[in-house]
């Protein structure tokens, strides 16, 4: 199993302004993603994080808005740009090896103010 | 697309009981994955249990075991002798297997939220 650990765990912010998310993995990981989770709400992927290359974004995702770095097998970030208080919500960072199943960051809760 | 469906919002179970969450799914392929999550109120994303589609047999891990229909695309959770500590939010969840551009990726149902009742 992998153990992730995702930092800050919350964070209250000013719209217009940038978070970056920090995600790191104890061992190598085949795959990254970052999901978005509105408060008891299901889990949307917003983008798989490519190490060494642009990050892949699903429907109703955008590079701009969601900036997704992970230049080795074990770290990626997730940024928030430009906040508005539609962006309050929980972000986590996954991680996965081949053929196992997806590991959890503890996520975190975000509210823009 | 793959899609994941729960239909109960909300269920609740006495302590000791045994309580069955429902999910059905849709896809295309079929080689794939399947998973139950649990999200207690701590946010953190635990794994309760994971099915193969090739495998015919039931996964269980304990008190938890899945009903797995692949014809009918369902996949149940049957959560035997319940305890207080299983009191969370349960999503069931589809992934690809190894080998497509889609691989990895999750989709979720809508979540059960899951009361246990002492």
């Known amino acids: 199993s992998a153990v992730i650990s995702q930092k800050p765990s919350r964070d209250i912010c000013q719209r217009g302004t940038s978070l970056t998310i920090q995600c790191q993995v104890d061992s190598q990981v085949t795959m990254m993603f970052w999901y978005r989770q509105q408060p008891g709400q299901s889990l949307t992927l917003i983008a798989t994080a490519n190490q060494g290359s642009e990050a892949t974004y699903e429907s109703g995702f955008v590079i701009d808005k969601f900036p997704i770095s992970r230049p080795n097998l074990t770290f990626s970030t997730l940024t928030v740009s430009n906040m508005s208080p539609e962006d309050s919500s929980i972000y986590l960072c996954s991680a996965r090896a081949m053929n196992t199943e997806a590991f959890f960051g503890q996520g975190t809760r975000l509210t823009v103010v | ?118």
């Open chain 2, 1 to 118: 697309a793959q899609t994941v469906t729960q239909s109960q919002p909300e269920m609740s179970v006495q302590e000791a009981e045994t309580v069955t969450l429902s999910c059905t799914y849709d896809t295309s392929e079929s080689d794939y994955y399947l998973f139950w999550y649990k999200q207690p109120p701590s946010r953190q994303m635990i794994l309760v249990i994971r099915q193969e589609a090739y495998k015919q047999q039931n996964a269980t891990e304990n008190r938890f075991s899945v009903n797995f229909q692949k014809a009918a695309k369902s996949f149940s959770l049957k959560i035997s002798d319940s305890q207080l500590g299983d009191a969370a939010m349960y999503f069931c969840a589809h992934s690809f297997h190894a080998g497509g551009t889609s691989y990895g990726k999750l989709t979720f149902g809508q979540g059960t939220i899951l009361t246990v009742h002492p």
